[in-house]
């Protein structure tokens, strides 16, 4: 028993001792040397000190000694990290609110005590044990400012990608409008004058099915098979996917223009404003938010427009045709028509004469022009 007890004090000891660190004296003097908003190079300095060392109490400007009690609450500037090894081998920095000389946080915040003009490297929720609201609304404070850096972040790379959208969009134009006359013409001649009026029925799934027939199986309750007399068999047709096809939406009889909408995007990127960095600096966080709102609007139309080009312009590609020519000519297809593309022109054919249409050569293409990803 008494053993047991001087074996827990010599562990609760040695967790002490490998948690201690030897905080050089020179850490524990108030250095009120920052009267004012640190600039972005100190900042940048403290950042790149804690990281690199691993050791953020003993940066230059540093204050190790608590905070007053009854202090006015710090203005917490900015994050810092210690470095990976640093963190690999659990060696935290101490934190001169709580736990001066044992060590306490890997993630901590650059506190900045106006009042007493010091900077303090602290762990992330530990100035809440000296003063709660205080920490609180500091916290949210740093949040927020924070969350505007990230949107002005985002505009800038948005801004700097918008000519590259717009040209983009304006060499996807030509192409939409081909797609948007052509198209709807195809799936006129196949439907229309080729009867063929289950032809969206069948392709729309992306899969062109053949019709096999084969022996019915009736299943008993058990999951067996029952026997059937030889002769007495009776079949049936299912439908059995054959190929794949692709591009299938060019031909939806309920296609929507893809033209109007492109130009739509176009028009409105071209339409943001301001496009400088400066103007854009200049702006207020809810300015910003409504360029940033803009923008992403306008993008994603461009972005999802180009996609559906992109999709239906494969429908022509050689391979897209042969599979849907030979399905079509299949007996067994629930279909009867032709079609062929030779070169630059496209055939469909069937219970009617054959039509040939000239392919737009906007539309012989099989890559359309991407869009710059932010
Ligand atoms: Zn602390």
Redesign the pocket.
Do not use: E, M, R, S
């Given at each position: 028993m008494r053993q047991q007890a001087e074996n827990a004090n010599w562990n609760a000891r040695l967790e002490i001792s490998t948690l201690w660190v030897d905080v050089p004296p020179s850490c524990f003097e108030v250095k009120a040397i920052f009267p004012a908003y640190p600039t972005e190079d100190v900042i940048r300095e403290i950042k790149d000190f804690s990281l690199q060392t691993g050791r953020p109490y003993e940066w230059r400007g540093h204050t190790h000694a608590p905070p007053p009690k009854d202090g006015k609450p710090p203005i917490y500037i900015d994050r810092i990290e210690i470095s990976a090894v640093a963190r690999r081998r659990k060696e935290f920095s101490?934190?001169?609110?709580?736990?001066p000389n044992h060590r306490?946080?890997g993630e901590?915040l650059i506190a900045w005590f106006e009042d007493e003009k010091v900077i303090r490297l602290?762990?992330k929720?530990?100035?809440a044990?000296i003063n709660r609201s205080g920490h609180e609304e500091a916290y949210q404070d740093l949040v927020r400012r924070e969350n505007e850096r990230r949107v002005l972040d985002h505009i800038l790379r948005q801004i700097g990608r918008m000519p590259n959208w717009i040209r983009a969009g304006e060499e996807l134009l030509p192409i939409a409008q081909a797609a948007d006359e052509f198209f709807p013409q195809i799936e006129n001649r196949i439907t229309k004058s080729q009867g063929v009026s289950n032809f969206w029925r069948e392709i729309r799934g992306g899969v062109l099915h053949l019709n096999e027939t084969v022996a019915k199986v009736n299943v008993r309750r058990d999951g067996s098979e029952e026997e059937v007399e030889e002769g007495k068999e009776a079949f049936e047709t299912i439908p059995v996917a054959a190929f794949p096809i692709i591009g299938y939406a060019a031909m939806n009889p309920a296609r929507k223009a893809l033209y109007p909408s492109i130009l739509d995007a176009v028009t409105a990127l071209r339409a943001v404003a301001p496009t400088t960095a400066g103007a854009i600096r200049a702006l207020n966080p809810i300015q910003r938010l409504a360029v940033s709102r803009d923008l992403k609007r306008s993008l994603d139309l461009l972005k999802r427009k180009r996609e559906d080009l992109r999709d239906q312009v494969q429908f022509l590609s050689q391979l897209n045709i042969q599979r849907l020519s030979q399905w079509a000519a299949d007996p067994k297809s629930p279909v009867s028509f032709s079609i062929s593309r030779k070169e630059g022109k496209l055939i469909v054919g069937g219970r009617r004469a054959d039509y040939v249409f000239d392919i737009p050569e906007e539309l012989r293409i099989s890559i359309i022009p991407a869009i710059d990803e932010p």
């Open positions: 101490p934190c001169p609110c709580c736990t306490k946080f901590g602290i762990g929720d530990c100035f044990a």
